[in-house]
């Protein structure tokens, strides 16, 4: 493999925006208003990412514990600030301290255990390898969690005559949830699934191939986003299972009746 990279300059990156406008052209033919969306998100998304980019750099060259933390800190509030943003009629505020505890305790056991026993990089913190999986692993519990959410809501209200009757009859709020958190636990986990499941027929992921283009060995990318994927799983079931947990509790009140 050879360790060359194209670098892709400002004209090549200006040429890429062809994609947007080709996307604000084909949602304008089929009627869909969508343009401004297209346009905000594109320009967010560039603004975000040189950001981003400028900071990892600064990260990068000082090797900064302290700073590596901080990242690390940031990416886990704006985790939680998104799935909470993401709700925006009748959110049960009592859910905030659910989402903050399940977030951060299933992300960082399995990014701890992830850079400890398997890639064993030195230092731990070095933030080559620290920022850029602790965003893959936080990212993904955020949307396992934010599923988790949606699904738990949903089901209470479709279900809530049949968990306030199953209260009558003498059933506990975990008795009475007990199929709702079974069904939401596996709406939340099933895209991590699936997408493991199909992971190398039909689609190259994203970490595996960035390593390629960066002229690393494929076998040796292949080990790298295997170890990931499982970091990734682990960390999405362990955030759902303690969200799903600690959340049912929050639409009781003290006498165990459903809010």
């Known amino acids: 493999m050879t360790d060359s990279v194209i670098n892709i300059d400002n004209k090549q990156l200006l040429l890429s925006y062809i994609f947007a406008i080709i996307a604000m052209i084909l949602t304008s033919v089929n009627g869909i208003n969508r343009n401004k969306d297209i346009v905000i998100g594109t320009i967010r998304m560039t603004v975000q990412l ?14 900064s514990f302290i700073l590596t933390v901080l990242m690390l800190a940031v990416m886990e509030f ?19 301290g659910s989402i903050a505890i399940s977030q951060v305790v299933g992300s960082i056991f399995a990014l701890t255990f992830f850079l400890l026993i398997v890639i064993r990089p030195k230092p731990i913190y070095n933030p080559q ?25 949903s089901s209470i209200e479709d279900k809530r005559i049949t968990i306030e009757g199953s209260l009558m009859l003498g059933a506990t709020p975990r008795m009475a949830m007990n199929k709702i958190i079974q069904s939401s636990f596996d709406t939340a986990i099933t895209p991590t699934l699936n997408n493991i499941k199909n992971m190398g027929i039909i689609s190259l992921p994203g970490m595996m191939t960035g390593q390629i283009l960066g002229g690393v060995s494929p076998l040796i990318a292949i080990r790298y986003q295997i170890t990931i994927m499982t970091a990734i799983m682990s960390s999405v079931t362990i955030c759902v299972f303690i969200f799903l947990r600690l959340a049912y509790k929050k639409f009781f009140n003290e006498q165990d009746q459903l809010i």
Do not use: C, Q, R, W
């Open 78 to 96: 704006f985790a939680i600030f998104n799935i909470v943003s993401s709700k925006k009629d009748k959110f049960n505020k009592k859910l905030i």
């Open 50 to 63: 040189f950001i981003a980019g400028y900071i990892l750099v600064y990260i990068f060259d000082s090797s």
């Open 129 to 153: 390898y620290l920022v850029p999986l602790g965003g893959m692993v936080i990212g993904n519990s955020m949307t396992g969690i934010n599923l988790a959410l949606n699904s738990i809501e």
